[in-house]
C-alpha cells in the first residue's frame, strides 16, 4: 500500500483476514483479547483487519505499552537517543513518557525523520539519502549533549533506541559515518531483553521454544 499497489495489498490483507479467521476458529478454546505489534505501519494497517469480529472483545496495542502495562522496565540503567518512529506505534500517551517509564528518565529525543521511511530508501534513495544527511546533524547533536551532561563516557558508544524495525535499518546505516562508530542503534525491546535477560536471551529463547515450546496447529 505504501508504494501505491494498492490491488495487492488488498488481496493480502484479505488472505490475512482468512487466516486470522481460521486461527480464531482453530484457538477459540484460548480466549484471544489482545494482539502485540512492533511496528507503527503494521499496527496502522492491522486496524482496518476489524480484529473485533475476528477475536471479539479484543485490542491492538504495541510491544513497549504491553510491557510497561505488565509493568517491566529497566529501571533507569543508562543513557539514550530516542528516535521516535514517523508510523509510531505508541497511541496510549505521549511516546516519550512510554520511554522513559521503560528504560528510564535519561533519554533524550532525536527529531527528524531516520530516511528509511519504509520503502522510501529503497524506492527513492536519493530523496532518502538527503533526508539523512539532515538526521545525521540531529544525531550528532544528541550525542554531544550526552557526553557533555557526563550521562555517557567519552569512549563508550552512544546508544540511539526506535520502536520500529525500518527506522531500526534505517538508523543502523549512521554507524559507519558518526565518530568512528562509535554508534549503536537497537530496538527499545531488544535493549530491555539484552538488559533484563542477558546477552544470550535470544539463542537462549530460541532453543527454549525448539524443546517443546511450540504449539503446533494445523489452520
Not at 567519552?154 to 525500518?166: E, R
Amino acid at each position: 500500500r505504501g508504494s501505491g499497489q494498492f490491488d495487492k495489498a488488498e488481496k493480502m490483507i484479505t488472505d490475512n483476514r482468512v487466516l486470522f479467521h481460521r486461527v480464531a476458529n482453530t484457538l477459540n478454546y484460548l480466549d484471544i483479547k489482545t494482539v502485540v505489534v512492533s511496528c507503527g505501519t503494521c499496527y496502522d494497517q492491522l486496524q482496518g483487519y476489524e480484529f473485533d469480529k475476528i477475536f471479539p472483545g479484543s485490542r491492538i496495542i504495541d510491544i513497549h505499552e504491553y510491557l510497561l502495562e505488565k509493568g517491566i522496565a529497566l529501571q533507569g540503567k543508562g543513557a539514550y537517543l530516542y528516535h521516535e518512529p514517523c508510523h509510531n506505534p505508541m497511541k496510549l500517551q505521549d511516546s516519550m513518557k512510554t520511554v522513559k517509564a521503560l528504560v528510564g528518565e535519561q533519554v533524550l529525543k532525536s527529531e527528524r525523520c531516520c530516511g528509511e521511511s519504509g520503502t522510501l530508501g529503497v524506492t527513492r534513495p536519493d530523496i532518502s539519502t538527503q533526508v539523512r544527511f539532515r538526521k545525521e546533524e540531529e544525531i550528532r547533536k544528541g550525542e554531544a549533549q550526552l557526553r557533555a551532561s557526563g550521562a555517557v563516557a567519552t569512549q563508550d558508544n552512544v546508544k540511539i533506541l526506535t520502536s520500529c524495525p525500518s527506522c531500526l535499518q534505517g538508523l543502523n546505516r549512521y554507524q559507519d559515518d558518526l565518530n568512528n562508530g562509535l554508534l549503536e542503534a537497537d530496538y527499545i525491546v531488544v535493549e530491555m531483553a539484552r538488559e533484563i535477560l542477558g546477552e544470550n536471551w535470544m539463542p537462549e529463547y530460541v532453543q527454549r521454544a525448539n524443546n517443546g515450546g511450540i504449539e503446533r496447529v494445523l489452520v
